[in-house]
């Protein structure tokens, strides 16, 4: 268990190397590190300095705290660590190494030796000593090394004392204790959880220690750590005891943990008082502070001076009014450790130069050479760093500017060979500059001339120019364009030719796929006088085959070639993707969808001397776009009647050789590219019509262009002449015969009398009532269906009643059949009406009709009596409800209707139902679709409405989708213009503003007890269900059980019985604050209406109000006497409570008694609430209604109020049980149960 012992471990610290090293780096330390850590050291502030191993010295120097520096020493060199704010080469750290270097040469013995534990002589006398010996701050730590082991030494001592003999498993203990004292002497101080539980001693980490965190975190530091396994053991026994843990009996004898207790919490204070002090100096030092580096805490300025040889040294200097000097080698090794925050002190432009110094250092082993001057390299990127330009002076210390000019290279012919021409640098004006100093060649030569920068030609070679280089007039070109100057004599035999850039394109078939295209390209330079022709490839330009120059002869002069102007083009090529092809000897790129596009911009950026040819197939994208306009006309419909118009509506395009499905295919890409194979790149643009008229028809009568531009063809729509009164003047343009019908139909509609309120109602109707019972009888008298959508409780019955009424009264019209409807022979019999409603509101029309229309004998369908009911002239008004409709389907569609109508028509909302079919092929002269809510889900439910009410009106259900898509934001305006003239919706705020106010508040209970345990038990189930589940996909595998968890919930918060009958006693805080409520309303004499969606909920309020003697009533789905006991009610002041089924009784009741509304669990679709909240906010009701909603707290009901408010998608949901799962997504179902 022991370590193999180095008897030189505390001395290599003390080495002449490493004293010598440590006091080289002492001296690089920071000015301020170096003199306050000298007055700290000479003030004798620093305590404890000792070796700690063999690489490093450990030391507590007093500060404003105690701050614990380390000196480490690993490959000759050192560095440090302190516990103050700055961490490291700090003042503290340089106090410490002059302790060091005094302690040793004071000749100073390290310490005790570690090996040994006793101070009194004998292991028996470590039995008497005092508790705080174990506790004393040790010399060093050091594995325990002895030739007798640990447990031989310490087991005759503890078996004395015990006054037996150690066990076995006792003597294990020792070892494993000793084990533990030799891992945490070779973790330097540092005792981790993982060892003490290796070695067999228990521990409980806090519950907010982190992941590695040391055990006993403060108890010591380095300085203080225990100093051999008995003080460690006085720790881990003392943790024990505040553990209730019991000491183990072998280990009690040496167990001193008296008093520890207050040095631990010394020691923690401390610990802690020093990471506050760290914090709050951190905090000042931030604002009041820079960084500071050995590097840049000394220097104000720093910059790279160009020496008279082109070279270039680095200069710092001290303060403003000191010498610039050049850099040490200490400072240029202390460079790659700094940051840029280092140099923010200094200017712009030198805090730059500092950053790319120090990042150059580290990169580049060669950034500075022998003589501390900057390698090429390094120059060359500094200079070309904007940011640090500025940062780089002259010889004489002048600013670094470059001169406007550059040096030229001046011809002159060899005096030594006359077919050679000598070459020297010289300035503009021909002064010789041979004596210019290269400063870098990369990316453009810089010299140093005159103690000015110049920009130069490249390095020439050291021989002299033949001429017979200028014979190639490519090799002429690109000397020219480095800045040589002839002689006068071959100056005047220079011939210049301009060669103008021409990009040529065109696209072919892609060769390994016919359904793909390639775009090649090719780059020209070409004479305007001469045949003379380049073209631009990966090397460079190149003659053509064609245009070469012939071979020249003596006599011919040189041709020097002008390729300035087509330059700039080649760059242009890599822009746009193109890569050289060395078999097709051109340039290419493969054409994507994104090609038209891309190409436009690419020719936009394209240098505006570049003459550029476009294959046929290219050329429509430099071009204008197509243009097409909409365009109207109308004609009288073959059928329905004089007042139907067929409006169409129709795509004109300005190219006519266009075929419509080419037309098809530009209109359904949206104005994008769309490839044609007779045209090429076409794209249309759809204008407005010339004169505007056209596009605000539309909009005024509701209608898009949405058919003609999905299908690029006409569309035609149906339209009354209501719709089109308006747009007479627009049709005159196009035909003014049918306008001036129009006009006349328009005024023989308007001069018709409103007819009269019919003899035989016994209502007295408000205004806004009697306006929609001549909504209603206007319709019918065109022949028209519609939608009477007013408010709920604003009296849609009375006014059916009356318009049904008034029908009776008149002559009878020719059957108004759907489509899809055969006519069946009319037989001789009187006026006969249908209403379908739901079965809850049937009593109510019975009612209504028996008090406001008796003269229509309403009665309600028995499906046994199906034949005998019409077989006399009585009755005249039959009722059933939605279900009957459905179930004898046959029957109904036989019989011809005068007028049917349908109440809560949002039964029909899903045209796919078989109630909704079935109503859509009843057979009937009038149809009218009672409803308070016409779009309750999706704009599709308005479609199904009046598909029954108006057939064609909106057009088929596809068409309709597209024309009055959702996620347009007008959808809903235009839809409104288009059914205006069919519909007529009334708010109470509008229609009935004297109804007494309303207001909803929330009673929010908290579950609790066995109630609350059931709820998390039920909430743990339905989030485990979901654990994994990553997608909507994945959710729809668990859909079903997740649904059944929530609904689970939702029952436990009304009362745990819904979901267990043997829960019933279980308490319920919903239900204790119902019953507070009720029997509070009770005393104060009010009548109050509870919904609830569970039937079984109402059988349990119903136990509750018998047992507290509250008079009430009940209707659910199941109670077959609705009307006798709305009536009772109604009248009998001593019925308190009406229990209701949401379901059953949530529209088409009239309950104008209550004031009071109570939803004991929220539904999750608001509309239907607020059907419930109307049973008693209605016409009638003169008391003013408050509605409360129970909701549980911290719940699934709390969070979906919250969903219902804040997610407009869900609020306008109508959401069954069954169907959540397409209206909450996996994030909605996650929040609902987080």
């Not at 919490?265 to 580096?293: F, G, I, N, Y």
């Not at 005159?450 to 002429?476: I, Q």
């Amino acid at each position: 268990m022991s370590a193999k012992h180095r008897s030189s471990a505390l001395r290599s610290v003390r080495t002449p190397e490493a004293l010598t090293a440590l006091q080289v780096w002492l001296d690089a330390l920071a000015t301020p590190a170096r003199e306050q850590g000298e007055d700290y050291f000479q003030r004798k502030c620093v305590h404890e300095v000792r070796a700690k191993a063999d690489h490093y010295v450990a030391a507590v120097v007093e500060g404003q705290l105690p701050y614990n520096v380390t000196l480490f020493f690993t490959r000759g060199r050192w560095t440090s660590k302190c516990s103050c704010p700055t961490g490291s080469d700090c003042k503290h750290a340089y106090a410490a190494g002059q302790a060091w270097l005094a302690f040793v040469a004071g000749g100073k013995p390290d310490g005790v030796d570690p090996t040994k534990i006793e101070t009194t002589g004998t292991e028996e006398s470590a039995l008497k000593l005092s508790p705080t010996h174990f506790w004393q701050p040790p010399a060093a730590i050091a594995p325990v090394v002895s030739s007798v082991s640990f447990r031989e030494r310490w087991s005759p001592v503890l078996a004395k004392s015990l006054g037996r003999t150690l066990s076995e498993a006792e003597g294990v203990q020792l070892d494993e204790l000793a084990a533990l004292y030799n891992e945490f002497a070779q973790a330097h101080g540092t005792l981790y959880p993982g060892a003490l539980l290796r070695h067999g001693f228990e521990y409980t980490p806090p519950e907010d220690a982190a992941l590695h965190t040391p055990a006993f975190l403060g108890w010591w530091d380095q300085v203080s750590a225990p100093a051999d396994p008995w003080a460690l053991w006085q720790f881990i026994a003392y943790a024990y005891e505040l553990a209730g843990r019991p000491i183990p009996e072998v280990l009690q004898p040496l167990t001193r943990t008296d008093g520890l207790k207050a040095l631990i919490e010394d020691r923690l204070v401390k610990h802690e008082l020093a990471a506050w002090h760290r914090v709050l100096t951190t905090a000042d030092t931030a604002t009041t502070s820079s960084p500071q580096h050995p590097a840049t805490v000394d220097i104000t300025g720093l910059r790279a001076r160009i020496r008279s040889d082109g070279g270039v040294n680095i200069e710092t200097r001290t303060s403003p009014s000191n010498t610039w000097k050049a850099v040490t080698h200490r400072w240029l090794t202390q460079l790659a450790t700094a940051r840029p925050v280092h140099f923010e002190h200094l200017s712009a432009p030198e805090a730059a130069l500092g950053a790319a110094l120090a990042a150059e250092s580290r990169i580049a082993d060669t950034a500075f050479g022998s003589k501390k001057q900057l390698s090429a390299d390094t120059v060359e990127y500094l200079l070309r760093t904007r940011a640090v330009r500025d940062a780089f002076v002259l010889p004489d210390g002048s600013a670094f500017a470059i001169q406007p000019s550059p040096l030229l290279l001046d011809a002159v012919v060899s005096p030594t060979d006359a077919s050679h021409l000598d070459l020297r640098l010289a300035t503009p004006d021909g002064r010789d500059a041979s004596a210019a100093a290269a400063i870098t060649f990369r990316p453009t030569p810089l010299y140093l001339f005159e103690n000015s920068v110049w920009h130069g030609p490249p390095p020439t070679p050291s021989t002299p120019l033949p001429k017979a280089a200028l014979e190639d007039s490519r090799m002429l070109t690109r000397l020219r364009a480095v800045g040589l100057r002839l002689p006068s004599a071959l100056e005047a035999n220079v011939q210049r030719i301009t060669l103008r850039p021409l990009l040529k394109c065109w696209l072919v078939p892609a060769p390994d796929d016919e359904n793909a295209m390639v775009f090649n390209a090719s780059l020209h330079a070409r004479a305007d006088d001469f045949p003379y022709e380049q073209h631009w490839s990966s090397t460079g330009w190149q003659w053509t085959a064609q245009g070469a120059p012939p071979p020249r002869r003596p006599t011919d002069p040189l041709l020097e070639l002008n390729l300035s102007g087509a330059q700039p083009a080649t760059t242009r090529l890599a822009d746009f993707g193109l890569g050289w092809s060395q078999w097709e000897n051109h340039w290419t790129r493969a054409v994507a969808k994104t090609f038209p596009d891309e190409f436009i911009a690419w020719h936009a950026t394209l240098p505006p001397g570049l003459h550029v040819e476009v294959s046929p197939g290219l050329s429509s994208l430099l071009g204008p776009p197509l243009r097409a306009h909409v365009e109207v006309s109308a004609a009288p419909a073959t059928s329905g009647g004089r007042d139907w118009f067929n409006l169409t509506v129709n795509l004109r395009v300005a190219d006519t050789t266009l075929t419509p499905d080419e037309i098809a295919l530009l209109l359904k890409a949206r104005g994008k590219w769309v490839s044609l194979p007779r045209h090429g790149w076409q794209r249309l643009e759809v204008e407005p019509s010339v004169d505007g008229n056209v596009d605000a028809a539309l909009h005024r009568l509701g209608l898009g262009v949405e058919d003609v531009l999905a299908g690029g063809r006409p569309t035609v729509h149906r339209i009354h002449a209501l719709q089109l009164a308006a747009e007479a003047d627009l049709l005159e343009q196009r035909d003014a015969q049918l306008a001036r019908a129009l006009r006349e139909r328009i005024q023989t509609l308007a001069t018709q009398a409103p007819p009269p309120l019919p003899e035989g109602l016994r209502a007295t109707l408000r205004p806004y009532q009697e306006e929609g019972y001549r909504f209603l009888a206007h319709l019918s008298a065109l022949g028209l269906g519609g939608i009477l959508a007013d408010d709920m409780g604003l009296g849609k019955t009375v006014q059916a009643l009356a318009w049904m009424l008034h029908l009776a009264a008149s002559p009878r019209a020719e059957p108004n059949l759907p489509t899809d409807a055969k006519a069946a022979p009319t037989p001789a019999l009187p006026f006969r009406a249908l209403v379908v409603c739901p079965k809850s509101v049937v009593h109510g029309w019975l009612a209504e009709s028996a008090r406001f229309a008796p003269s229509l004998k309403a009665v309600v369908l028995d499906p046994l009596l199906l034949g005998s009911q019409l077989a006399t002239p009585e009755p005249r008004l039959l009722v059933t409800n939605y279900a009957q409709l459905r179930i004898n389907a046959v029957w109904f569609r036989a019989q011809n209707w005068d007028a049917v109508v349908l109440d809560e028509g949002q039964f029909i909302k899903n045209p796919g139902s078989q109630v909704a079919a079935t109503a859509r092929s009843l057979n009937s002269r009038h149809r009218v679709v009672l409803t308070g809510t016409p779009i309750e889900n999706r704009l599709t439910d308005l479609w199904s409405l009046f598909a029954f009410a108006q057939p064609g009106l909106l057009g088929t259900q596809t068409a309709f989708r597209r024309h009055y898509n959702e996620d347009d934001p007008e959808a809903l305006a235009r839809l409104h213009c288009r059914v205006r003239h069919f519909l007529l919706r009334r708010t109470k705020a509008q229609a009935a503003p004297d109804l007494p106010p309303r207001t909803e508040d929330e009673i929010t209970v908290t579950l609790e007890g066995a109630q609350r345990r059931l709820y998390d038990a039920e909430l743990k189930r339905a989030r485990a269900q979901l654990l994994g589940v990553d997608t909507n996909q994945a959710l729809a595998a668990v859909r079903f059980n997740v649904l059944s968890s929530l609904l689970r919930l939702r029952q436990i918060c009304c009362h745990p019985a819904l979901v267990d009958p043997a829960h019933r006693d279980l308490p319920s805080a919903k239900l204790e604050a119902l019953m507070e409520q009720l029997e509070e309303l009770r005393d104060e004499g009010h009548q109050v209406l509870v919904f609830s969606q569970f039937v079984e909920m109402l059988n349990i309020i119903r136990d509750r109000l018998v047992a507290a003697d509250i008079g009430y009533l009940m209707l659910t789905g199941a109670t077959e006497n609705r009307g006798e006991l709305v009536e009772e009610f109604q009248r009998d002041r001593s019925k308190t409570v009406f229990l209701l089924s949401l379901k059953a009784a949530g529209s088409g009741l009239n309950l104008t008694a209550a004031s009071y509304v109570i939803l004991y669990d929220p539904w999750w679709n608001p509309a239907v609430e607020a059907q419930a909240i109307d049973r008693t906010h209605r016409i009638g009701q003169t008391q003013p209604v408050v509605a409360y909603r129970l909701l549980a707290e911290s719940t699934v009901e709390e969070k979906i109020r919250v969903m219902q408010r804040e997610k407009a998608s869900l609020s306008l949901a109508v959401v069954q049980e069954e169907s959540l799962a397409t209206v909450l997504d996996l994030d909605g179902l996650r929040s609902i149960l987080s």
